[in-house]
């Protein structure tokens, strides 16, 4: 069974500091990663995922298959970066590609 | 807005009313998603088509939920005797092959 942990519910840091949001997977097979982000009032959408290998808005993410892990980093927090975060697993067999999500991390940037 | 458009966006209704919520993909997406979000949790997949075709339902749906696709193009979601514990955000999305592009949620509350 595919499984998302994202261990902070809150994450609260001052403006240009650093931030990890954290998450790991747990998976058997061969997983793609991802990161969508939901602005306040506004839909969830896709920040980045693992196969692009591109930084977006200032974010990176690295998978790492030792520590199954995927977490989000930004080396100088923005105020605009304050929102949800959720990382999503998504499996690479099968037809479709039903994401499976972690409970989401509240990034707060505070000035 | 082109993107995905959900409708009615809020929906209040009493326990045991039937309610249905309607989801017009962007077009030209062959792949089209159900997701439930309810406070504190990431989306939850519930089910998905591949055109007209519904090729996998989770266990969260049960024998009251029913999701249709009929022409490949817009799709609904209909839950049936409705129950508190139906209260949510139901959120749609669809994807051609890659990035999963998501609605903006319809909320149901079971008073």
């Known amino acids: 069974a595919q499984r998302v942990t994202q261990p902070e519910k809150l994450l609260s840091v001052f403006k240009g500091a650093p931030v990890e949001l954290k998450c790991n997977y747990s998976?058997?097979?061969?997983?793609?990663l991802f990161w969508y982000v939901q602005y306040s009032r506004q839909r969830l959408q896709l920040l980045l995922r693992?196969?692009s290998r591109e930084s977006i808005k200032g974010f990176t993410a690295d998978l790492n298959k030792g520590e199954t892990s995927f977490h989000l980093k930004k080396p100088f927090a923005q105020e605009e970066d304050s929102a949800m975060y959720y990382c999503a697993l998504s499996a690479l067999t099968g037809g479709g590609n039903k994401l499976t999500f972690g409970t989401g991390t509240q990034l707060k940037v505070e000035l | 807005d082109t993107g995905v458009s959900q409708d009615p966006r809020h929906k209040i209704t009493k326990r045991g009313q039937n309610v249905t919520f309607r989801c017009d993909p962007i077009?030209?997406?062959?792949?089209l998603y159900w997701y439930r979000q309810t406070l504190g949790q990431g989306p939850e997949f519930l089910t998905y088509f591949q055109n007209e075709a519904q090729l996998e339902k989770s266990r969260l749906l049960s024998d009251r939920f029913s999701a249709e696709r009929p022409k490949g193009s817009f799709s609904t979601l209909e839950i049936q005797r409705t129950e508190q514990g139906d209260s949510a955000m139901y959120l749609c999305a669809s994807s051609l092959e890659g990035t999963i592009y998501f609605g903006e949620g319809s909320w149901l509350t079971v008073v």
């Open positions: 693992h196969i």
């Open positions: 077009s030209e997406h062959n792949r």
């Open positions: 998976y058997s097979g061969s997983p793609e």
